[in-house]
């Protein structure tokens, strides 16, 4: 029963999730993002911009103007996606910083040579992932997803908050987009064992850090807007997009995504429109930002993302991992 409870129900909840989905997005239009205004002047960071939703995000950004940072840890990508940006937009300013979220080292590293450079920062958007991936450790001796999806992202974010606040201003407040998916619905926090060492399931492990990832940026808006600092953020859930985040899957399952792909995918420009709504969008200023959006508009997630006493217990629970005070 246990084994059925921690490894076989987590695999049916998440595809009956992504059927459900699918099935959304076969019956309905894809949000089509608006003119956005120029981003001149301003600074944005894009984690695993190297490809995919990632990729899309920081090419229409440069587009419009704004300096554009792609943190990834393939410098190889990473490069690739900078030249074919710079090749469409002749004047964008885009480079690639090598920034492996697996590691704590790495994103103090990449933080402290950003800081280095005195720039400022107005949109963080916190995209690379991992789905599905085997049973493994990061450097730091995290469970993978738990590891770069959740913790990663959160010391990123602590470690660049005073930049974001000062660059914030009212009517033009900085802003942290949180890429997560609709698999927060069946994701469950396991407070005791986040780390998945007693009966680790990769499906279960997944639900739980994209939870982990929409809980964190409820309480982190919660405390920039009890502090009133001019920073916003938010959770958006992309639904489910054409990329190399499914590689993971068993391999009958791939074979049947690559086929379907094409009539009920998300393309990653599709999918990058609403994470972009919310980085850039003048409606989403002070009151209008932070939540969680899909299709471009806020959406109503599960009961446990607004539970304020587990978006606490999570957060704490993250800093003492990653030991900050």
């Known amino acids: 029963m246990a084994f059925f409870l921690s490894y076989i129900l987590p695999i049916i909840k998440i595809y009956l999730v992504g059927l459900k989905v ?19 002047g301003k600074v944005a960071i894009v984690t695993g911009g190297g490809r995919g939703i990632g990729y899309e995000v920081a090419r229409h950004m440069a587009s419009l103007g ?16 900078v030249r074919r940006i710079r090749e469409e937009y002749k004047e964008a300013k885009v480079e690639f910083e090598e920034l492996d979220l697996a590691s704590l080292q790495s994103v103090r590293r990449f933080v402290q040579s950003f800081k280095g450079r005195g720039l400022p920062l107005n949109v963080l958007v916190n995209n690379a992932g991992v789905m599905l991936v085997p049973e493994g450790r990061t ?12 913790l990663g992202h959160f010391l990123l974010t602590w470690l ?7 660059c914030g201003k009212r009517g033009s407040c900085s802003r942290v987009v949180n890429v997560s998916s609709s698999a927060h619905r069946v994701g469950e926090i396991r407070l005791d064992d986040l780390n998945g060492s007693q009966c680790y399931s990769a499906h279960g492990a997944y639900c739980q850090s994209k939870l982990a990832q929409l809980l964190f940026s409820s309480h982190l808006q919660r405390e920039l807007r009890r502090g009133g ?3 916003t953020s938010c959770a958006v859930d992309p639904g489910m997009v054409d990329t190399a985040l499914y590689r993971h899957l068993w391999t009958p399952l791939r074979l049947a995504q690559s086929a379907a792909a094409r009539l009920l995918f998300r393309t990653p420009a599709e999918g990058a429109a609403t994470v972009l709504y919310t980085a850039l969008s003048p409606a989403l200023e002070g009151e209008g930002g932070g ?4 299709d471009g508009r806020r959406e109503m997630t599960s009961p446990a993302t ?7 217990s999570l957060w704490e629970a993250g800093r003492r991992l990653l030991g900050l005070q």
């Not at 450097?139 to 959740?150: A, I, P, S, T, W």
Request: glycine content about 8%; overall charge neutral.
């Open 139 to 150: 450097k730091d001796g995290f469970e993978q997803h738990l590891g770069v999806n959740y």
């Open 291 to 294: 939540g969680c959006w899909a």
């Open 229 to 231: 600092f001019p920073v």
């Open 306 to 312: 607004s539970d304020p006493r587990l978006q606490l």
């Open 22 to 40: 699918l099935l959304a997005q076969l019956f309905s239009r894809p949000f089509r993002l608006p003119v956005m205004p120029r981003q001149d």
């Open 66 to 81: 704004a300096h554009v940072i792609i943190g990834g840890r393939d410098e190889q990508k990473g490069l690739t996606a």
């Open 160 to 166: 660049l908050l005073d930049v974001l606040k000062d």
